[in-house]
């Protein structure tokens, strides 16, 4: 099966942007959908597919793809952006799904 | 609003089956729209996918996990459940339900999700 590899650790600037990258080979077939997660919390939905930010997301939150690459911006991070960002998609093979293995936004 | 709460003992015996189950409240469970997953993280892991299952009852599991896990659901009872049998210490895990959806062609998402269940497996 698949993996979908993101970068350990990412940091910005408060009011800059910063952007979560996350690679595999079932990006080139489906999009991906990125979960935010704040210390002792469960995941949020903050993005999916080509345009699709779920209601009570910030505007400041936007997606990409690009190839095998899809990638989440944060565009004026703020403080409580501070999480770990983690990508999925369904899995090349079709039958199941892959998680990224995670991105810890720092803010600065 | 659609909520989602897991339930189930916070520790089992190594060897034995974890069972958990996940009650929808606040709206529906059924229909062909949606389907219904188990994922879990061990402390200070990454996020990883059990298995998913729609209405129909149609499941899918993580290829590793697959010969040890069953996710059922029951539209009148407003649950899903989840047995992953032989546990060892490697499953321990905070266990996260979810509402799963596909929102647009190629693209599904987990848009509601459980607090969440620490289950510790001892020896």
């Known amino acids: 099966s698949s993996e979908l590899t993101q970068d350990p650790a990412v940091s910005v600037a408060l009011g800059q942007t910063v952007r979560i990258t996350c690679q595999g080979d079932?990006?080139?077939?489906?999009?991906a959908s990125w979960y935010q997660q704040k210390p002792g919390q469960a995941p949020v939905l903050v993005f999916c597919?080509?345009?699709n930010r779920p209601s009570g997301i910030p505007d400041r939150f936007s997606g990409s793809t690009s190839g095998n690459a899809a990638s989440l911006t944060i565009t004026g991070a703020r403080a409580e952006d501070e999480a770990d960002y983690y990508c999925?998609?369904?899995?090349?093979?079709?039958?199941?799904?892959?998680f990224g293995t995670g991105t810890t936004v720092t803010v600065l | 609003q659609l909520q989602l709460q897991e339930s189930g003992p916070g520790l089992v015996k190594a060897s034995e089956t974890l069972s958990l189950t996940c009650t929808v409240s606040?709206?529906?469970?059924?229909?062909?729209?949606?389907?219904w997953g188990w994922l879990r993280q061990p402390p200070g892991k990454g996020l990883g996918w059990i298995g998913i299952?729609?209405?129909?009852?149609?499941?899918y599991y993580n290829p590793s996990l697959r010969s040890r896990v069953t996710v059922s659901v029951d539209t009148s009872k407003k649950q899903s459940s989840l047995n992953l049998r032989s546990v060892t210490a490697a499953d321990t895990a905070v266990y996260y339900c979810?509402?799963?959806?596909?929102?647009?062609?190629?693209?599904?998402?987990?848009?509601?999700w459980g607090r969440g269940t620490m289950v510790s497996v001892s020896s």
């Open positions: 597919g080509r345009n």
């Open positions: 079932s990006l080139r077939t489906y999009y």
């Open positions: 999925t998609s369904r899995d090349s093979s079709d039958d199941h799904l892959v």
């Open positions: 606040g709206g529906s469970i059924s229909g062909s729209d949606y389907y």
């Open positions: 979810a509402r799963g959806g596909h929102f647009g062609d190629h693209v599904e998402a987990f848009d509601i």
């Open positions: 299952i729609y209405n129909s009852g149609n499941s």
